[in-house]
């Protein structure tokens, strides 16, 4: 049975054990208790002004640049700097903070290593506290892990530089309360991993390096940039130590991406095109704009022109203010057949090359299996440099918001629907049996591309769209496919994977997101509910 345990101001419904009392020590509770008395408020008058924005455009109010932050992006003014081994970013690798992932991941032909408390971890509690313990480990270099075969992992010489993915603005932590509300899972996940771990990083010459993600505004990011001159006056740190990566993965935010990294400027050392987020948030956003409506997921590419517009913008503005403008997420995995295979490295390494050529600094990938095929692109592009803030894009035409937010052309299709049921399905019972990172036919999967799938066939659905062979897509139609390829989700499983599985309510959980009226912000909100 839980207990209830009081610490400082903040409840915690789980009762402590040993992992635990390693993490959540006086010391680290008294600095969490802290961020959350002075910073919730805010952040709760920040999800507000979130639905205020979102009713504008669902109004018919289509996002634009900002007439009264005009200043900002025509003045000349540069972000504070980039540390050392923030310089060289080439390859970045993505996943949770399992204790077997980090290993592998600090161990990979990769520069950065980004551990994800966000949307390739389901933040089960003990998957939490051991996350935090594995970083802790990780940059104390102590880390280790043995397999029920007796195979040990420890860290190499020189692993990748360590980089952490806190939760987004509008997800809880429902296991510490404050006033009776669940807190923020962001602030509970930086507060720490910064109290815990900056002192050794920055012994060994790194430093509290973070990722923010789902940003929305630039109020947002000067919220994030309070924070941490918090805890840096809190521990007196110098203004500047902590440094971050903002996520580019909702449209509001490409508009105002000068704001943000102006807002950010002691703090921030690049902007990343959070491309698969990014989709989901175009689909959401502009969700009653019947001439908005994407097409199967397989044809939004980098190559449409709404996404190659986004990337280049955001190189642009970021190379003009000293910042490193990183590319987005490689989502195949190697196959083990030797012809399939080859045809994920051809596809991985023309992307990666679209990337380079436009001028990214450095891009992402998923799995370490794909490291030397994407450091060969970026080794190729860069030379002898370290980045490439030199690429200025000076000479491209300004990107106007109707770039921004062009149609998308492609076809919608009956297999691409019953494609996005299966990822769907699969991913949210995976998701609420506390595995947020999930490879679905060659793909890594994570909570953004299964909020693609389920938006596309909401937005279908809300707007009585046809598919290309004639029919119109009903809640009717959804349902019956819904039904049909759960009956091929578990002939592909085995009926005894199936049947230990938790599919009838990742079932029960899509069909009810996909077929209310009013289209549900995020997935996990919902399955979180469903999570212990």
Same mark, same amino acid.
């Given at each position: ?26 010391? %680290? ?5 802290e961020l959350i008395s002075h910073f919730t408020g805010t952040r709760n008058k920040l999800l507000q002004e979130r639905t205020v924005a979102q009713q504008r455009i669902d109004d018919g109010c289509l996002p634009d640049f900002i007439s009264e932050t005009n200043s900002i992006r025509c003045s000349s003014w540069s972000v504070r700097g980039i540390p050392v081994d923030l310089q060289d970013r080439r390859v970045e690798i993505t996943g949770p903070v399992e204790r077997k992932m980090v290993i592998n991941a600090l161990n990979a032909n990769v520069k950065v290593f980004m551990a994800d408390f966000e949307d390739s971890l389901s933040p089960d509690w003990d998957k939490v506290i051991e996350g935090q313990l594995n970083l802790r480990d990780a940059v104390n270099g102590t880390i280790s892990y043995t397999n029920d075969s007796g195979k040990i992992y420890q860290l190499k ?17 429902? &296991? ?5 509300? %669940? ?5 509970? @996940? ?25 940003? /929305? ?5 000067? =919220? =994030? ?7 840096? @006056? ?22 105002? +991406? ?8 002691? &703090? ?40 190659? %517009? ?9 190379? #003009? ?7 987005? +997420? ?24 679209? !990337? ?9 990938? %998923? ?27 000076? !000479?491209?035409? *300004? ?6 937010? !062009? ?73 019956? +496919?819904?039904?049909? !390829?759960? /009956? ?23 069909? #009810?997101?996909?077929? /209310? ?8 909100? *919902? ?6």
């Open positions: 049975m839980n207990q209830q345990t009081t610490r400082s101001a903040l409840d915690f419904t789980r009762r402590f054990t040993e992992k635990e009392s390693q993490i959540l020590t006086d010391e %680290a509770v008294d600095f969490l208790a010489p020189d692993p990748a530089v360590l980089v952490c993915r806190v939760r987004g603005l509008h997800l809880p932590e429902k &296991h510490v309360q404050w006033k009776g509300e %669940a807190i923020p899972g962001g602030l509970f @996940d930086f507060a720490l991993y910064f109290f815990h771990n900056y002192r050794a990083l920055l012994e060994k010459g790194s430093g509290p390096y973070f990722y923010l993600p789902k940003t /929305q505004s630039y109020q947002e990011a000067a =919220w =994030w940039s309070q924070v941490f001159s918090f805890a840096e @006056d809190y521990v007196e740190l110098p203004r500047g130590t902590i440094k971050a990566t903002v996520l580019i993965e909702t449209l509001p935010a490409v508009f105002q +991406m000068d704001e943000i990294l102006y807002h950010l400027r002691d &703090h921030i050392v690049g902007l990343n095109c959070g491309r698969w987020d990014y989709i989901f948030s175009y689909i959401k956003t502009l969700k009653n704009h019947a001439d908005r409506v994407l097409p199967d997921r397989q044809a939004v590419t980098m190559t449409q022109p709404f996404l190659s %517009a986004y990337s280049r913008l955001l190189i642009k503005t970021c190379h #003009r203010r000293g910042a490193l403008a990183m590319g987005g +997420m490689a989502a195949f995995i190697p196959s083990k057949e030797t012809e399939r295979n080859q045809w994920v490295l051809n596809k991985v390494k023309a992307d990666k090359e679209l !990337e380079a050529t436009n001028g990214h600094d450095g891009t992402w990938i %998923a799995h370490p299996g794909l490291a030397d095929t994407v450091m060969a692109v970026f080794d190729k592009a860069l030379g002898e440099r370290k980045n490439q803030l030199d690429v200025s894009r000076h !000479e491209d035409a *300004p990107i106007s918001a109707r770039q921004l937010l !062009e149609p998308c052309t492609g076809e919608r299709t009956e297999e691409g629907m019953r494609a996005n049921i299966r990822v769907a399905v699969q991913y949210i019972e995976a998701w609420i049996s506390g595995n947020g990172c999930v490879p679905i036919y060659g793909l890594m999967e994570d909570a953004a591309t299964a909020e693609i799938s389920r938006t596309s066939i909401w937005q279908w659905i809300h707007h009585g769209k046809t598919l290309s062979d004639g029919q119109p897509v009903t809640k009717a139609l959804f349902r019956q +496919m819904l039904c049909e !390829e759960m /009956q091929v989700i578990q002939q592909e499983l085995g009926d005894q994977r199936f049947s230990a599985g938790r599919f009838d309510e990742a079932a029960g959980l899509m069909e #009810r997101i996909t077929t /209310q009226e009013e289209l549900i912000d995020f997935l996990t909100l *919902p399955g979180y509910a469903l999570l212990a």
